[in-house]
T-cell receptor, first 114, second 115 residues
Framework: DTAVSQTPKYLVTQMGNDKSIKCEQN?????MYWYKQDSKKFLKIMFS???????INETVPNRFSPKSPDKAHLNLHINSLELGDSAVYFC?????????????FGPGTRLTVL | AQKVTQAQTEISVVEKEDVTLDCVYE???????LFWYKQPPSGELVFLIR??????QNEISGRYSWNFQKSTSSFNFTITASQVVDSAVYFC????????????FGTGTKLQVIP
């Protein structure tokens, strides 16, 4: 059983399109995250949700809209895709939002915008 | 603001050699947590270790060991007798206590172990 799963694994789309990435965790964790990893492997947090509530919202264009229907799911919708959005997007979860918790990562979604 | 520096972008070693991955961090907090994660070629990040700022004891887990030194703000990772399966990108990360967990990752060190 996969602990943190993401779909799709690969996403290739044209500039200007809208796309969504889904994430689910079966660990019973309260907190979930979205990270963006660029081509140089730099990993940066985008959003964090705790029990369906947004708790971290980094400087991300408002074309990116996360949604957490329940604490086991965190989806990411991206409007009007741009070339610079091409990256690998990772979903992660942790027990709760405390700083000492390790995070469990999904397999990543490689988004390519043409 | 917190910052993590991994000065080594890429390291290549021959199998069975020992290798140390450096990590230097900056934080104004007195309570914080340091992590190492491994990202193998398959892409998924895997947690390796956590250390809190009050525990400077070194840790050994099999061929892996970690050296935490507050005096130099470093949290280095050594792999002894490296194996091809150790080939991966390794990330050092920092999380300050208080508030919501916001982890700052270093830029990663790509380790290639040559058979």
């Amino acid at each position: 059983d996969t602990a943190v799963s993401q779909t799709p694994k690969y996403l290739v789309t044209q500039m200007g399109n809208d796309k969504s990435i889904k994430c689910e965790q079966n660990l019973g964790h309260d907190t979930m995250y979205w990270y963006k990893q660029d081509s140089k492997k730099f990993l940066k947090i985008m959003f964090s949700y705790n029990n369906k509530e947004l708790i971290i919202n980094e400087t991300v264009p408002n074309r990116f809209s996360p949604k957490s229907p329940d604490k086991a799911h965190l989806n990411l919708h991206i409007n009007s895709l741009e070339l610079g959005d091409s990256a690998v997007y990772f979903c992660a979860s942790s027990q709760d939002y405390q700083s000492y918790n390790e995070q469990f990562f999904g397999p990543g979604t490689r988004l390519t915008v043409l | 603001a917190q910052k993590v520096t991994q000065a080594q972008t890429e390291i290549s070693v021959v199998e069975k050699e020992d290798v140390t991955l450096d990590c230097v961090y900056e934080t104004r907090d007195t309570t914080y947590y340091l992590f190492w994660y491994k990202q193998p070629p398959s892409g998924e990040l895997v947690f390796l270790i956590r250390r809190n700022s009050f525990d400077e004891q070194n840790e050994i887990s099999g061929r892996y060991s970690w050296n935490f030194q507050k005096s130099t703000s470093s949290f280095n990772f050594t792999i002894t007798a490296s194996q091809v399966v150790d080939s991966a990108v390794y990330f050092c990360a920092l999380s300050e206590a208080g508030g919501y967990q916001k982890v700052t990752f270093g830029t990663g060190t790509k380790l290639q172990v040559i058979p």
